[in-house]
């Protein structure tokens, strides 16, 4: 085994030393739970919290501790006036149910925030399809425009139906009373 004479070590360092080889695993002594799982748990016992049940079964819960340590003969009286136990107890529950509920929380918050994602996702694809359907529609209305409209063509058969009816009019000499395209009345030469 060589030594550096500098400083007295061994060049073939201690395993830890060698950062070519990685670490031995140590062996973790660490619970580990699914978060889904003890999300869904934390979210039952929230709804469940915020119930009017459990409010039902706390104030008949207490109402019974405190009747029978006030009522009960003095040797079964378990918690006595102060009611040391009860307030332990109910302390030891608002312990657990305010994390609890915390995490339901979180997990609402999580879902709240992607379901605004995905809406807003959605209104950005509708304003999208709003201005296509807008240009698309401004297209089809220019495009109408130098399209002959209902109303123009039936001024038009009727400028031609008089037309015709005055060729086809048995009174062919010109002296009668015509009317011209724009709906007045020719003068006839003898009213003249």
Known sequence: MATDPRTKRTLVSR???RFD???ESRRQIRMTMDPETVGKFSERIARFLGSWRFIGYMTAFVATWVLWNTLAPEDLRFDQWPFIGLTLLLSLQASYAAPLILLAQN???????IQTQEDRQATER???DAEFLARELASV???LGEVAT???IRSELEDLSRELAVDLDPEADG???RTNPSGEKKRS???S
């Open 21 to 23: 080889q990685p670490l």
């Open 150 to 152: 209902r109303e123009f």
């Open 189 to 191: 030469k003898r009213n």
């Open 107 to 113: 997990r609402q918050a999580d879902r709240d925030r």
């Open 175 to 177: 002296d009668s009373n």
């Open 126 to 128: 509708l304003l999208a």
């Open 141 to 143: 209305r220019i495009a």
């Open 15 to 17: 395993r830890q030393d």
